[in-house]
Structure formats: structure tokens, C-alpha cells
């Protein structure tokens, strides 16, 4: 079995793609992460969903996310209205997660190998011209692989 | 909002589970990880799914993915076998990952800090006896969270 009969669409989002975009993304879908395409449609990075809270919550809740509680629930409530305005690209990492990419071909075996190194739940699988075709999830290769 | 509005079932696994019943759990539904619960249910740590591949895929593999194509199709397709007889313990890794842990007290803000400080995209809530009472997960909380 190859990479191109486990092929999943997967939401992309650009750097300049308002982050709030990001967040109903991952809100709508269960995914981990969002992949992060250039104005190529190659895919670049991911995007961590936790990353998006990051840019949302205020630093000294994350140093001591007790101190959180103490802030009106009103508030606490609408700490997402922080996202409006910013963009992927203020949302990702300083250091950017690798996001493992392969070509049609690759087998079950090299794709499980991706995962592993990476730490990644998802490889994106791209063309001849680097451009993304889909990706391959963690689940979707487990389901094909385990004995029924 | 409150965690206890917004908790969800969640899956747990055992450190002496076998690691294949963790893959299927994987496969089944659409999870970042597993809860490891000890024999309270008080919950230890998370199991990502790409610890289960780091157990089933060859080491060399792992360091060099590429070389995973040249191994013969059916003999890819078969490395879960690996899995058979391996606990979940076996699978977690050196450094376990850290599971935010929190009460049905705790606001939306208080997740989104302890999620945007640990990198989880769930955190555990328990109750008095610091039993698993189910998890809040990204998704449900930027779902509830996002003006409609």
C-alpha cells in the first residue's frame, strides 16, 4: 500500500492567513494542526493548534495559568477576541515544527518512519512540483494497518 | 464557562495495557493521544500516537525513512505485528510527555493557558480524588469559544 491510496484533503492556511481563520479550522475539524502552504500550494510548516492559544493568552496565565482563574469569568470568556488582526504568521513558533513531506510512492512502512522521527501526526504528500496533494494521518494509518 | 461544561469522554489506557488495544483506540477514533491512567484512575501521562509507531518501526528505518521504500511491500505492511506482546509502558517515551491537569472548576482561560503552556491539546480533569473525570480538548474549547 502507498501514500496515495491513504490521501486525506486537509485544510491549509496561509502565512498571511488571519489567524482566526486557523482557530474555526480547528474548531470545525478534529485535527492537530493546520499545514501551512506558500503561495505555491507547497506546503511550508504546521501549525500547532496550541500554538493559536498562545497568541491568545495573556503571558503571565501561561507562566502561572492559576493566576487565570482570578481573571472575571466575563473576561476569560472572550480572551479569543485577542486573535483579531493577527495572522499565521505571528502564530507560529520561533522555532517552526517539522512537517514531514513525501511524494505518492512512499510506502506504509516509510510513512510509520516520518511519523516516528518527527513526532508527527501527519505527512504531506506533495507532486512533481511540490505543490500538496493531501496528507496522510496517523489514524488513517493505523486503521489501514491493523489486522481486523 | 467552566471545564466541567465543556468535558468530554475521553478514552483512557493502562501502563500494563497491551500496546495494540492503544493503536486500535488510535485508529478508531480521531485522538491526539491516550490518557494513562493507574489502577485509581488518576491519570499519569499521554501517550501520543506516534510513540506506538516509534515501537513498531525499525530503528533504521527511523533514521533514515528513505530506506523504509526498499523493504519488500508485504513485509511493510506487516511491521504491527511488532506490537504484539508490548505494553503500553514499553511505548511511552523516556521523557513522558506532560498531561495538564486541572478541576471542573477551571475557566476557559485556565485551559487555554495550561494547553498554550504545556503544548497539549488536552487537559485532564479530575475530581477530589483526583480521579479522571474526562478531558477538554482543543477542538471543543476553541469551538465553544469562537464568536458565532
Known amino acids: 500500500m502507498r501514500a496515495r491510496e491513504l490521501l486525506t484533503d486537509f485544510p491549509t492556511v496561509r502565512l498571511d492567513s488571519p489567524v482566526v481563520d486557523a482557530a474555526?479550522?480547528?474548531?470545525?475539524?478534529?485535527?492537530?494542526?493546520?499545514?501551512?502552504?506558500?503561495?505555491?500550494?507547497?506546503?511550508?510548516?504546521?501549525?500547532?493548534?496550541?500554538?493559536?492559544?498562545?497568541?491568545?493568552?495573556?503571558?503571565?496565565?501561561?507562566?502561572?495559568?492559576?493566576?487565570?482563574?482570578?481573571?472575571?469569568?466575563?473576561?476569560?470568556?472572550?480572551?479569543?477576541?485577542?486573535?483579531?488582526?493577527?495572522?499565521?504568521?505571528?502564530?507560529?513558533p520561533r522555532q517552526p515544527r517539522e512537517l514531514p513531506v513525501t511524494d505518492p510512492e512512499a510506502t506504509v512502512l516509510e510513512l510509520a518512519a516520518l511519523m516516528a522521527r518527527t513526532h508527527s501526526p501527519l505527512v504531506a504528500v506533495v507532486d512533481e512540483h511540490r505543490r500538496l496533494m493531501g496528507a496522510v494521518t496517523l489514524q488513517a494509518l493505523l486503521d489501514r494497518m491493523l489486522p481486523v
Open 24 to 92: 474555526r479550522l480547528l474548531a470545525e475539524q478534529d485535527l492537530p494542526g493546520l499545514i501551512v502552504v506558500d503561495g505555491e500550494d507547497s506546503p511550508v510548516t504546521i501549525l500547532p493548534g496550541t500554538q493559536v492559544l498562545r497568541l491568545a493568552v495573556p503571558g503571565y496565565c501561561q507562566d502561572d495559568p492559576a493566576l487565570a482563574r482570578v481573571v472575571d469569568e466575563a473576561h476569560a470568556d472572550a480572551f479569543l477576541r485577542e486573535l483579531h488582526g493577527r495572522t499565521v504568521r505571528d502564530a507560529l
